[in-house]
């Protein structure tokens, strides 16, 4: 139901917008979250946005990446510049879903690589 794209490799202060897209019966998407988790590390919240399009984000990331979205396609986006060695790690999002018969359920999507070579 959400697929997660975008991801790639690139050297520090490089760019990189990845994509969450929700496909099948979806009336809407809610509120969504990008995560990402490094090797042997737990997985964080990176940023945030809700349906009304409030937005946060982690300290680490605040004035490098900007979250957003598109509501006629139910994609969420994740512009992220000045990318640092440190933001290598697989990126996740997260969900919450309306479907066309109006339940919800959270997904995650399938992660996406991002790689920032120094």
């Known amino acids: 139901q959400l697929q997660a794209s975008g991801g790639g490799l690139v050297q520090a202060g490089g760019s990189l917008r990845l994509s969450c897209a929700a496909s099948?019966?979806?009336?809407?998407?809610?509120?969504v979250a990008w995560y990402r988790q490094a090797p042997g590390k737990q997985r964080d919240v990176v940023a945030a946005?809700?349906?009304?399009?409030?937005?946060n984000y982690a300290d680490s990331v605040k004035g490098r990446f900007t979250i957003s979205r598109d509501n006629a396609k139910n994609t969420v986006y994740l512009q992220m510049n000045s990318l640092k060695p440190e933001d290598t790690a697989v990126y996740y999002c997260?969900?919450?879903?309306?479907?066309?018969?109006?339940?919800?359920?959270?997904?995650w999507g399938q992660g996406t690589q991002v790689t920032v070579s120094s």
């Open positions: 997260n969900a919450k879903v309306v479907t066309t018969t109006y339940a919800t359920f959270r997904y």
């Open positions: 099948g019966s979806i009336f809407s998407i809610n509120d």
């Open positions: 946005i809700t349906s009304e399009g409030s937005t």
